[in-house]
């Protein structure tokens, strides 16, 4: 160690200052002063506190950086002692990761099991009869189908999800699209078996899914507008909301003697209702209505007494209509039941049967199309919670999961199974902590499957719709927040996707609907990333060497006469530089992008072009070619053309394309103030030139 190296030196009666150096030999020499609190001015704790701060700061070790020294704050070690160097070793810690079963279970408690058993038995209460109404009601399919997409798919994900609070099962938007497809083929006269179709569906819904996950596509969660999504939930919940009138004021038989069929429109259902409200079933209805205010009712309060808010209202509308429906033989009076359940236990995993050539690329769209609603929310849902606890999860894995959970849906006969953001808050409040929660949902539904079955036989249908109904209600709860906050901040371009993709769901079709959200969505993703990042850049009046981007304070930054001064905000590659050359050409004439181009040019011609590249990281081939064509455009009208602090990465793509020639390393500065003083040069020189 040099002499003076950590040396204390008395600077004065107020610091104390320190004296490192960073090579042996003492040169490369800093300072540092730190309050010396042994003045009197200064004394905080005595002198013997002083003295071992002073020690501390000056202490070293052979095991520290000589750095280090000149801090108190060390410098962070990275801990890699239990990184794997032994294939056994890798394999063991990625099969924790690909299988999260494997991390959370062998540290699973009795103290996390009490929470997960209490969340278990509260979902199961309620997507038992949920699974009931979403396959009779939106599918069209036996009961039973309802409560295979309950089970397999929370079983399946609880080994390989890595979400500990959300809810996997059917949903109504799901299960209403699987629903409309059946319809729309056998209305077209399609040779279609809607249980082999559903299953089939479910099948390619896990492997979209799937696909999406394993070539890491979890960021296409972020792609889809929340206003198109809004747009399109809402107009799924008017849909079912006029579907589902229908069942609960006992129109079924008169609907279909009327041509209202799985594929009508809403507008043909909404005139029906109209027309026939008058004919409504007596029992159905009040059947009906008294289920539904029940559930609104038990909702209510629970929301305003926190000690109730796991009472399983869904499951005791269901009990109790169920035995006052079979003790008053309510079903002979014309009340709709859900009968006899045909199951023979658990179905052999098959392959359901492929139908006809033409009518595979529509089971393919809708499953394309309920693969990207689904795990849009169920991403949201899994990031939301994983947040909220503290702990991470990979939007790719989460893929894979919700893809293997689909694909054994569909082997064993059930109907697609997403994330419900109602089901996950009632997890969550019921005390859900790892993924346990949702396995033992999954075996209380194979548990009801084997002995509960029967006892459903007097489940009046108009209680499965007031479900659903319910259920839909809250798809709606989230609409007047949205359109209180696009008003707002006056967001009219989100407020014109809503009513679009609204707007077309209700009236044309759900699948309609669906295409135009994601479609929207994807062109929207595409304008934005289309265009470059750029901001003209301005010297700030009474300076001479800052400058800032003129849109941020026109009023304090000015134009230079003669220069252009353009600043590129993000990386190049080739999606976003298509539209360079036409950006910088209207920002040269305008000097911004408000102005409209049929107007005449604002500023003058340019001589000199500066790009300050310091917020582009990276570079790629075809960007740097539109750059070199750029560049060249600019040469051929006599534009002198620098570039201010182009990084290590595009330095290298320069090099290699030969724009670093082009350019000339003269050319190059580190600062703006530096390409002006070498700007204010080569004018100097012109103006004694033409003298």
Known sequence: MSENQNKPINKDAHTIEILYSSDSDGSDRHRRSFPDRTHPRNATTGSGSSAEETRYLLQTSEESPRYMTASPIPSARINNDHTPTDAWGIFKVRSKYYLP?????????????????????????????????????????????????????????????????????????????????????????????????????????????????????????????????????????????????????????????????????????????????????????????????????????????????????????????????????????????LGKIETSGLPLPSIPAFPENKLLKDLLVTSAMIAVIGFVESVVIAKTYSSRHNYTVSANRELVALGVANIVSGLFQGIPAYGSVARSKINDRAGARTQMAGLITGVLALIAIFFLLPSFYYLPKAVLSSIIFVAVLSLLSELPEDLHFIFKIGAWRDLSLLLVTFFGTVIISLEFGTLVAITLSLLLTI?????????????????????????????????????????????????????????????????????????????????????????????????????????????????????????????????????????????????????????????????????
């Open 101 to 337: 079963i494997l991390q959370w279970l062998p540290h699973y408690n009795s103290q996390l099991f009490m929470g997960d058993l209490i969340a278990g038995l509260t979902l199961s209460c309620l997507l038992v009869p949920q699974g009931l109404s979403y396959a009779t009601a939106l599918c069209k399919l036996e009961a039973i189908h309802g409560l295979y997409a309950i089970v397999f798919p929370a079983i399946t994900y609880a080994i390989f999800g890595m979400s500990r609070q959300i809810s996997v099962g059917p949903e109504a938007t799901l299960s209403l699209l699987v629903g409309s497809s059946i319809a729309q083929q056998q209305q077209r006269g399609g040779h279609i078996e809607p249980l082999a179709w559903a299953c089939l569906m479910t099948l390619f819904v896990g492997i979209f899914t799937f696909i999406l996950g394993i070539v890491r596509l979890g960021f296409l969660d972020s792609l889809m507008s929340r206003a198109l999504l809004r747009g399109f939930i809402t107009g799924v919940a008017i849909v079912v909301t006029l579907q589902q009138s229908i069942i609960l004021l006992g129109l079924v038989e008169l609907s279909e003697e009327s041509g209202i069929t799985e594929a009508s429109s809403s507008i043909d259902r909404l005139v029906f209702i109209i027309r026939h409200v008058g004919e409504a079933h007596p029992l159905t209805t009040w059947v009906s209505c008294v289920s539904v205010l029940c559930l609104l009712m038990v909702r209510v309060i629970k929301s305003r007494v926190p000690k109730l808010a796991l009472l399983p209202e869904v499951l005791m509308v269901v009990i109790v209509s169920t035995l006052l429906t079979s003790y008053y033989s309510w079903d002979e009076q014309g009340l709709a039941i």
């Open 527 to 691: 304008k934005e990333t289309s265009y470059p990042r750029i901001s003209i850049m301005g010297r700030v009046k009474g300076s001479s060497d800052k400058f800032r981007a003129i849109h941020d304070d026109p009023e304090e930054v000015e134009h230079l006469e003669d220069v252009f001064i353009v600043r590129i905000e993000e990386p190049l590659f080739f999606a976003n530089t298509g539209q360079l050359k036409d950006r910088l050409r209207r920002l040269e004439h305008y000097g911004d992008m408000s102005t409209h181009p049929s107007e005449h040019p604002r500023l003058n011609q340019m001589s000199y072009t500066i790009f300050d590249v310091d917020n582009m990281p990276d570079i790629d081939a075809s960007a740097v070619q539109i750059m070199y064509e750029i560049v060249e455009a600019y040469h051929a009208r006599n534009v002198m053309v620098f570039f201010v602090r182009l990084r290590e990465r595009p330095m290298m793509m320069f090099k290699k394309s030969g724009l670093y020639d082009l350019i000339g390393s003269e050319h190059l500065f580190q600062k703006v103030s530096q390409a002006i003083g070498a700007i204010e040069k080569d004018m100097a020189k012109r103006v004694n030139y033409g003298r």
